[in-house]
């Protein structure tokens, strides 16, 4: 190249790095005449690569590389990884300011060799640096198992597998069944209740882990069947009466929050309901209608709202709601008995002799007997046929 004549430095570059360049300069006067050359040696510097290659979240299929940079002056890191001995080998091209990078998708239990080169602005590399690191077996949940089994839900259990678990997936369905159901469960979790299940069920359950880059481990499943729904039984009646009755039951399943009571006239629609407390085995129905047959029907209710199937039974009250010989009948009784008492003393002192009147009969009459001499010794039952009063 020629160069001015004031100059006096000049920068070559497109230089192939680690090359021995010889460089030589002569000085061209105004009549074209040129100097003795003056020459000199120089190679030219490798390309810093990158250093310090290392692996970090090593998990069954991802790990994490780091590097430390080489030259402040790199554009672009080619990446590539391999399975040890393998010849899938693939590729990525990171930006130079990058000091690691995540690689995803990878097989467990497997070494891989994985490569760096750096890439300066003139499109040369540096020498390329390596590593091999091998993923962590598979570890997926394990040891499935349950506990709190009812009627209509359980609780799953499991141990954790490889601790980078993100997520788990957990699905159930019946036994043979087609209403597959699913939930996502946060990673740090070991248990899990399911409820709003069929008593009396058998149910497959499937967890698999999944990592955070979306890939799963293989699934674990198990089974488990859900108990007979034992509601309340043996509903029966005491203490009826006109206008109420007493309903006993005996508790089914221990775990009961409350019990839902309804009754009606049988073939009525003037249904009512009320809630009793859960650990109550009577209770006591009243402002009933006399001469009535209700029908009482009770269920159980579950912690999580559900219900057990109903029990009823059926049971007439009596016809009137008053005692044999209650209050009200008791006081005209007496009042006329009374009365028919205090009649025959008056009639006595006529010459009218008369039975003692019961105090106990529901009705007392007056049986007398009317004589043309009064004898206070006579008996009714020694005079002529008494007269009734």
């Given at each position: 190249m020629i160069i001015n004549g004031y100059e006096t430095s000049q920068v070559l570059d497109d230089l192939n790095p680690d090359?021995?360049?010889?460089?030589?300069?002569?000085?061209?006067?105004?009549?074209?005449?040129?100097?003795?050359?003056?020459?000199?040696?120089?190679?030219?510097?490798?390309?810093p690569a990158p250093s310090n290659l290392r692996f970090s979240n090593v998990s069954a299929n991802s790990?994490?590389?780091?590097?430390?940079?080489?030259?402040?002056?790199?554009?672009?890191?080619?990446?590539?990884?391999?399975?040890?001995?393998?010849?899938?080998?693939?590729?990525?091209?990171?930006?130079?300011?990058?000091?690691?990078?995540?690689?995803?998708?990878?097989?467990?239990?497997?070494?891989?060799?994985?490569?760096?080169?750096?890439?300066?602005?003139?499109?040369?590399?540096?020498?390329?640096?390596?590593?091999?690191?091998?993923?962590l077996v598979d570890r997926g949940p394990s040891n499935l198992r349950f506990s709190d089994v009812r009627g209509n839900r359980f609780r799953i259990h499991w141990d954790h597998g490889?601790?980078?678990?993100?997520?788990?997936?957990?699905?159930?369905?019946?036994?043979?069944?087609?209403?597959?159901k699913e939930m996502i469960i946060n990673g740090n979790e070991t248990s899990q209740v399911l409820d709003n299940l069929n008593p009396d069920t058998f149910y497959d359950v499937f967890l698999t882990a999944i990592y955070p880059d979306n890939t799963e481990s293989?699934?674990?499943?198990?089974?488990?069947?859900?108990?007979?729904?034992?509601?309340?039984?043996?509903?029966?009646?005491s203490d009826i009466k006109g206008n109420r009755l007493q309903i006993d039951?005996?508790?089914?399943?221990?775990?009961?929050?409350?019990?839902?009571?309804?009754?009606?006239?049988?073939?009525?629609?003037?249904?009512?309901?009320?809630?009793?407390?859960?650990?109550?085995?009577s209770q006591v129905l009243d402002n009933l209608n006399p001469d009535t047959l209700?029908?009482?029907?009770?269920?159980?209710?579950?912690?999580?709202?559900?219900?057990?199937?109903?029990?009823?039974?059926?049971?007439?009250?009596?016809?009137?709601?008053?005692?044999?010989?209650?209050?009200?009948?008791?006081v005209p009784i007496l009042t006329l008995a009374v009365l028919t008492y205090v009649a025959s003393k008056i009639l006595a002192k006529e010459g009218i002799v008369c039975?003692?009147?019961?105090?106990?009969?529901?009705?007392?009459?007056?049986?007398?007997d009317i004589r043309d001499e009064y004898d206070p010794s006579a008996r009714p039952q020694d005079a002529s046929p008494p007269t009734t009063v």
């Open positions: 090359t021995l360049y010889d460089v030589s300069l002569t000085a061209i006067y105004p009549d074209k005449t040129e100097s003795d050359e003056v020459s000199a040696s120089e190679r030219t510097l490798d390309r790990l994490q590389i780091d590097w430390d940079h080489g030259s402040p002056d790199v554009a672009l890191y080619k990446l590539s990884w391999v399975p040890s001995g393998g010849t899938d080998k693939k590729e990525m091209i990171i930006n130079g300011y990058e000091t690691s990078q995540v690689l995803d998708n990878l097989d467990p239990d497997t070494l891989y060799d994985v490569s760096l080169t750096a890439i300066y602005p003139d499109n040369t590399e540096s020498d390329e640096v390596s590593a091999s690191e091998l993923t490889s601790r980078d678990v993100a997520l788990y997936k957990l699905s159930w369905v019946p036994c043979r069944g087609t209403d597959k293989d699934e674990v499943s198990s089974f488990q069947r859900t108990l007979v729904d034992r509601g309340p039984s043996n509903l029966r009646f039951w005996d508790h089914g399943s221990p775990d009961v929050v409350h019990y839902r009571l309804s009754w009606v006239p049988s073939g009525g629609t003037d249904k009512k309901e009320m809630i009793i407390n859960g650990n109550e085995t209700y029908d009482v029907s009770l269920t159980a209710i579950y912690p999580d709202n559900t219900e057990s199937d109903e029990v009823s039974a059926s049971e007439r009250t009596y016809k009137d709601t008053r005692d044999k010989l209650g209050p009200t009948l008791i039975q003692k009147p019961s105090l106990h009969s529901p009705a007392p009459i007056l049986i007398c």
